[in-house]
């Protein structure tokens, strides 16, 4: 059983601490606003889970205990994650989960993270959840049956009305990091899932790593708000795929989708309130698989996917600290590709800066 602190009593904090007591594992949960920390107790977790489960301990961030936890989560707003997932690495954890995205463009502090879980053996996870649910272990599953890869698409076009609906306290993206871009809001922060997703299946495909990002954005910008609403990406890795990804805040209804396209068949993902995969070789009939869900199985999946990793260190995670970092220099390239007009080249020898990014002056 593992003793778990959750920094911040959100929307996510929320999920993952009602996922670790399905797992049975002890829960502090912490968070600098005490109307947070009531709004756990009186609403969210009782209205999601059906009850509130007095075995939750819960702080007020200023009094949290400090020491003796196997996992600590940050679920706290991106441009907070760098900070306290450093100050996490310090209480000697087994590991630390960061939700996504892992940092803002910016890259403050990404070194530094980087050098800090090497030197002391702690675990870093990203929590891009959708690479460890079932529809996606499928997918990758048919992947040998489709040929040689194509192209590659994912698209993650969700209007943020949901989001606003699970915190009615807000007024809008203005009153939260959404409203940011430069915080890790906008579409490419909030739905870089979607970036993640098409860079693992680029390395189950043997594709390699992105290495040249051309982007499209459109923003939002006055006195209240700058953010991407849209956020459109051609990608190309190290191996030669080439392929696009989407994130946008406006679509409604939501579509959030991937297809493999090989050169005998293709894979269709679909994640929604159930996930489906379509798929066909050849001239044979399409196939569907249907995987029932509900939100709160997410992130169950997601810390059973923890729990064998720090079981067996041999467990390939494709929650690691590189990958999410890898995430974070698409999204940082994708800003600055807009900036310019241009394509940017990532080179990550470079670390986990603005240094791996050159823009690419024959275009
Ligand atoms: N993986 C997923 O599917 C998923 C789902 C939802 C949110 N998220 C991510 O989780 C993060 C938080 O999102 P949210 O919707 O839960 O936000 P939220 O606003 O609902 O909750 C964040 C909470 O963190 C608290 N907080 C801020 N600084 C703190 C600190 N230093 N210590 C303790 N608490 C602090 C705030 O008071 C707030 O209550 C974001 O990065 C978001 O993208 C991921």
Same mark, same amino acid.
């Given at each position: 059983m593992y003793n778990v602190k959750i920094l911040g009593a959100g929307s996510i904090g929320n999920h993952l601490a009602n996922a670790s007591r399905q797992m049975g594992w002890n829960v502090t949960l912490c968070d600098l606003d005490p109307a947070a920390l009531q709004r756990t107790k009186e609403q969210i977790y009782p209205a999601r889970y059906g009850q509130w489960d007095e075995a939750i301990q819960l702080f007020p961030a200023q009094e949290a205990p400090t020491g003796g936890f196997d996992l600590i989560f940050i679920g706290t707003p991106p441009d907070s994650h760098m900070n306290l997932a450093i100050e996490a690495i310090r209480e000697n954890p087994k590991a630390v989960l960061v939700e996504k995205?892992?940092?803002? =463009?910016?890259?403050? %502090?990404a070194n530094e993270l980087c050098q800090l879980a090497q030197e002391s053996g702690v675990r870093i996870f990203v929590g891009y959840n959708h690479v460890v649910s079932t529809v996606t272990e499928k997918a990758v599953a048919l992947? =040998?049956?489709?040929? &040689? @890869?194509e192209t590659l698409d994912v698209e993650f076009r969700e209007h943020w009305g949901g989001i606003f609906n699970a915190h009615p306290?807000? /007024?809008? =993206?203005?009153? @939260?990091?959404?409203?940011f871009w430069q915080k890790g809001g906008g579409a490419s922060g909030e739905h870089s899932h979607a970036i993640n997703l098409w860079q693992y299946l680029a390395h189950k495909l043997g594709a390699? %790593?992105?290495?040249e990002v051309f982007a499209t954005l459109e923003y939002v910008k006055d006195s209240f708000v700058d953010y991407d609403k849209l956020c459109l990406l051609n990608l190309k890795t190290d191996k030669g795929l080439l392929g696009r990804v989407v994130q946008d $805040? $406006?679509?409604?209804?939501p579509r959030k989708w991937g297809r493999i396209q090989g050169s005998e068949g293709f894979i269709d993902i679909t994640i929604g309130s159930e996930d489906r995969i379509c798929w066909q070789h050849g001239d044979q009939d399409k196939e569907e698989f249907v995987f029932k869900k509900t939100r709160p199985d997410d992130f169950i999946v997601e810390l059973k996917h923890l729990q064998n990793a720090l079981e067996d260190l041999h467990y390939e995670s494709s929650l690691s600290l590189d990958c999410g970092l890898d995430t974070m220099l698409v999204v940082a390239a994708a800003h600055l590709s807009n900036r310019h007009g241009k394509r940017v080249m990532i080179d990550? &020898? /470079?670390?986990? &800066?603005?240094?791996?990014l050159t823009l690419d002056s024959s275009c």
């Open positions: 995205p892992l940092c803002t =463009p910016g890259l403050e %502090r992947i =040998p049956h489709i040929g &040689s @890869t306290w807000l /007024n809008g =993206p203005q009153d @939260t990091y959404l409203g390699g %790593r992105v290495t $805040v $406006v679509t409604h209804p990550y &020898s /470079n670390g986990y &800066s603005a240094k791996a």
